[in-house]
Structures are given as structure tokens and as C-alpha cells.
């Protein structure tokens, strides 16, 4: 029930004034920035909100990796694997499928055997190292390598569906309801998995399709979420929190997967991570809000302080699309380039991580899972580090906003590359340097999501949710076809035809960061503004909607 309030009315008191019932005396209060700084960050409402949505983005990737680990224990190799590799004197390495001489190695040297010999497998020769092999006899299927990078894929051919309806819907309606209207069908899809991948290939392909569509509108309602949330001081923290939980999920589900895999089978990877999506749907339900002026829990001084700060405003009302701005707009075009080149490689690594340890590097299931985490723990740290150093670059005037943005962006499109050229001339006598190579493509990855992955704020604060949805789409085919791609390459599974792999990879993240850094902007963009809030008794409409007792939005 709204608040009667008459034109003319006394002086308030200063009790009246920061009475908790009296927002918009909070915000009519001429503040400067000073008084702003008793405002707490790490207690605060828009904090809680980050962690949340930081735990979000982990159960997502929980869903959506769950499969490229539990896929390592579902297949079974007929034969195991049979591909032969053997010492080559005139190039000083060892080479697949010749039988010409054998290798014996003592001390760490090469002895060459005259005559010919049984034929030593990759597994047995890194076993003559002492190192633990993967284990082609176990599994449940024997699906193709084909067949393999299609169902690992099929979870992005559903993540395209609602990248710009998703963020669409979350401006108009909020992004409480979208979040929960799609997250909690996941869940439900994930116990799902295996009665559908025990009936038919197919059919599971089916159910990840539909797991990528419940998701598919995470990241831009976060977004949306965070244009109502985040100062722009803040931004690039608020922001890195959370998303630096899918980096964070994708660490913890690799060792538990792989635990899990090993201990009750692959089937409870899919239902332990189904449970958890579904407790998290309910925590979110009840902390999160679509703004300020809806929380239960938020105080009016924090309350104020984001409102004051922040160009999304509450009782604005949605503006047009403006479709044709946008696409020819050239700094729209660094995020999408940057986006999706940076994806290219993410997607590569994170489905085809387990399979080239286990192919390559010749780990066994429980040491794959622990070593495919710590590429992702890297990330994670990455991203916190990147997001609260951009922060501070720019509020100390070290760095302009454009100048932190494309730093961020070069550092997370040009390491990986280095790092990835690395990691194509590691084999399975090298496994702790390829690792640490794989820490550095992943990890250095992170700090973009300081760069390019919060420009669509920068640029557009209004429409932050669907310009990342319209780069999202963009930036999910690679993930299509990254599988598909590396599955066509290493039908063999042997390093050389890892690096056609990992070389095409490298050489799309340079292409990335040389389009953003010459192209990207941060200033707002003429079609991006908000026009005049209109003024009714005195009072604009954004400020009149706070006077409301309830916006039904506030209903799920």
C-alpha cells in the first residue's frame, strides 16, 4: 500500500530521515563521497548477492563438466589401447607404429635392441617410468570418438537457445524469477542423466541439450542482476566473484568426479550433482532480490548508497532495442570477438582436459581428476586477483578504464597462447610441466573476465543482459564445435595430432586479443543512454516506485 504525500509538509526530523521505512529521504539527501565510506562491502547485501551467484555459476559448471569426467569412466576401449610408440634414434624421440626397434630405458638412457621385439604400447612405456596409466578395460559403453565429441558438445547446442531471451527476460521481469524458472529444471534433468545415457546415446544427447537451455540463461540474468547491484567502483569486483564461481565449480567437480567415478560409479557423479543444483535453487529463492529497493535484508544506508551510484534506475522502464546501433557498433564488436575467441580455447580445455591426460599424459582416473582441477583452481584464483586489482587501478587513477579493460583483456587472450604452444611439446615424461603449462592457459584466461567480460556494463548498462546474451551466443560455438573438432583431429590419440589441436587453439586467442585491444571502448555509447526521468509532484518516477510497498516482482 503506497504512501500518501502532500505537497507541503513540515521539516523531518533527522530520526525521521534515516527511519529504515524512509528511503527516499535517504536518497534525496545531497550526500558527497565521503559519507559514502561508511558504507561496509564484505557484510553487505550486494555481497551476499555475489556469493550466491558466485555458487550459481558453480553449479553450473558442476552440470555442465560433470560429463567430460564421468565420460573417462564410461567408456570402454576394446582392446585398450593399442597405439605403439617406440624410441627414433636420428630425431632423439620416440614415434607411433614403429616396430623397427624396441626401448629399454636404464638410468634414464636409451638402449636401442637390434632385433626386432614385441611391441611396447604408450601405457607400458610410461609404466617402465613408474607412472600410473589410465584404464581402457572399465566402462559401461563403447561409444565412437565421433559419437563422444557429439554428446559433449550437444550441451551448447541447447546453451544458444535462451543467451539473448534470457537476458530480455530478466530486464523486463527480473532475474530472480528467470534464474529459478530455468536452474531448477537442470537439477531435476541432471538425476535424469543416467536412466538416459543407459536407454540411448540419443537420447542423453537429448537430455544435455536440454540442460544447456535451463542454463543458458544464467550469465546474462547475472548480469542484468548486477547492473541493479554493482557501483561502477565496484563492478569489476562484484562481478569477478561471481563469475570466478564457475572456475571454482569446475576445480571441485573435477577430483570429486573423479572420485566419485572411481568409488560409486558414474552414474552418482549425475546425482550428487543434481541434489546440490537443486538446495542451491532454494537458498537463491530466499537471499537474492532483483534490486535494492526489493531486499528485505539490505540496510537503507547500502540501500542509498547503490541507487545513488548506479545508471539502472529502479521504475525505468525497458527502452527499445535499438538492434541496428548495436550491430554496428565497433566496441560491441571487441566484447564479441574477444568472448568468443577466449571461449574457443576455455571449452576446448574444459571438455577435452580428462580426455588428453588420460590419452596423452597417461594419468590414471583418481590422479586425472586431481590434476584436470588445479587448471581451474588457477583460474578461480585469477579471476579474484584480476577483479579486485582492476578495481583498484582505477580508483587510485592508475589506469584509466579503457587502459585496465585492454590490459585485462591482452593478458588473458595473449598468456594463454604462450602457455598453450607449451603444452603441444608435453608428453607423458612430462606430465607435472604439461600441468603446470595447463595452469597457465587456464588460469591467465581469468583475468579477461576483468577485460572484455565486464565491458558489456561499461558500454551499456541498461542493456548489459542482453548485449551479453548476443555475445554469449556468439562465444558458445566453440563450444560446439571445440569437441567436435578435437575429436575429428586425434582419432589416433596421439600427441601430434594434439597439437594440430592445441595450435589451432593458440592462434584464435592471439586473433582475439588483437581485435579487442584495437577496437574496445568503455564510454557510454549514445544508444546505451537513458533518457530524463519524468517528474511527478515533484518527485521522478524512479523515486515514486520506492515509495511502493511491494513491486510484484517481488513474487516468484
Request: proline share 5%; hydrophobic share 45%; net charge neutral.
Amino acid at each position: 500500500m503506497g504512501i500518501d504525500i502532500p505537497r507541503t509538509v513540515t521539516q523531518p526530523t533527522k530520526d525521521a530521515i534515516m527511519a529504515p521505512t524512509n528511503d527516499t529521504a535517504m536518497l534525496n539527501d545531497k550526500k558527497d563521497d565521503a559519507d559514502w565510506s561508511k558504507v561496509p562491502f564484505w557484510t553487505s547485501q550486494r555481497f551476499l548477492t555475489a556469493i550466491v551467484t558466485f555458487w550459481g555459476f558453480a553449479v553450473l559448471y558442476f552440470h555442465r563438466v560433470n560429463l567430460s569426467i564421468a565420460m573417462v569412466c564410461m567408456i570402454r576401449l576394446e582392446g585398450g589401447n593399442t597405439s605403439d610408440l617406440f624410441y627414433n634414434s636420428s630425431s632423439s624421440n620416440y614415434s607411433v607404429g614403429d616396430n623397427s626397434s624396441m626401448v629399454t630405458l636404464i638410468d634414464n638412457s636409451v638402449t636401442e635392441a637390434a632385433t626386432t621385439a614385441p611391441q611396447v604400447s604408450n601405457a607400458d612405456f610410461c609404466e617402465s617410468l613408474g607412472l600410473k596409466t589410465a584404464d581402457d578395460s572399465t566402462g559401461e559403453f563403447t561409444w565412437s570418438k565421433e559419437l563422444q565429441g557429439l554428446i559433449l558438445g550437444s550441451f551448447f547446442w541447447g546453451y544458444l537457445v535462451l543467451q539473448v531471451p534470457g537476458g530480455m527476460l530478466s530486464e523486463r521481469y527480473g532475474p530472480r524469477r528467470v534464474v529459478m524458472y530455468t536452474m531448477l529444471p537442470t537439477a531435476i534433468l541432471g538425476l535424469l542423466s543416467p536412466v538416459s545415457a543407459r536407454a540411448s546415446p540419443w537420447l542423453f544427447l537429448v537430455v544435455r541439450v536440454l540442460i544447456g537451455v535451463g542454463e543458458s540463461a544464467y550469465y546474462p540474468a547475472a548480469q542484468a542482476l548486477f547492473a541493479r547491484w554493482s557501483p561502477p567502483s565496484e563492478r569489476s569486483r562484484l562481478v569477478g566473484v561471481s563469475l570466478s564461481g564457475g572456475q571454482f565449480g569446475n576445480a571441485l567437480i573435477f577430483p570429486i568426479g573423479g572420485l566419485l567415478c572411481s568409488s560409486l560409479g558414474w552414474d552418482s557423479v549425475f546425482y550428487v550433482m543434481g541434489a546440490v543444483g537443486f538446495v542451491w535453487c532454494i537458498i537463491w529463492f530466499f537471499l537474492v532480490y532483483d534490486s535494492p529497493s526489493l531486499s528485505r535484508r539490505i540496510t537503507p544506508l547500502e540501500r542509498g548508497y547503490i541507487q545513488h551510484h548506479v545508471i539502472f534506475k529502479d521504475g525505468q522502464k525497458p527502452q527499445p532495442m535499438p538492434w541496428k546501433a548495436i550491430f554496428k557498433s565497433l566496441p560491441f564488436w571487441a566484447i564479441l570477438v574477444g568472448h568468443t575467441c577466449g571461449n574457443y580455447g576455455l571449452y576446448m580445455l574444459l571438455t577435452q582436459i580428462p580426455t588428453y591426460m588420460k590419452e596423452v599424459l597417461k594419468f590414471d582416473l583418481k590422479s586425472n581428476g586431481a590434476f584436470s582441477m588445479l587448471p581451474y583452481l588457477s583460474m578461480w584464483l585469477f579471476i579474484t586477483i584480476a577483479g579486485v586489482t582492476s578495481d583498484l587501478l582505477m580508483s587510485k587513477n592508475i589506469l584509466s578504464r579503457i587502459t585496465t579493460r585492454k590490459t585485462m583483456s591482452a593478458i588473458g587472450l595473449f598468456g594463454p597462447a604462450v602457455c598453450l604452444v607449451g603444452v603441444t611439446f608435453m608428453d607423458c615424461t612430462q606430465q607435472i610441466a604439461a600441468v603446470v603449462l595447463l595452469c597457465g592457459t587456464v588460469g591467465l584466461s581469468g583475468v579477461a573476465f576483468a577485460g572484455y567480460m565486464v565491458n558489456h556494463g561499461d558500454i551499456a548498462p541498461q542493456f548489459a543482459g542482453t548485449l551479453f546474451g548476443i555475445t554469449n551466443v556468439a562465444a558458445t560455438i566453440p563450444g560446439i564445435l571445440a569437441p567436435y573438432i578435437v575429436g575429428a583431429i586425434t582419432t589416433n590419440k596421439t600427441r601430434e595430432e594434439w597439437q594440430i589441436a592445441f595450435f589451432i587453439a593458440a592462434g584464435v586467442y592471439v586473433f582475439g586479443g588483437i581485435f579487442y585491444v584495437i577496437f574496445a571502448k568503455t564510454n557510454l555509447e549514445k544508444w546505451a543512454k537513458v533518457p530524463p526521468t519524468k517528474e511527478v509532484d515533484g518527485d521522478t518516477e524512479g523515486q515514486r516506485m520506492i515509495n511502493m510497498k511491494k513491486s510484484p516482482d517481488e513474487k516468484l
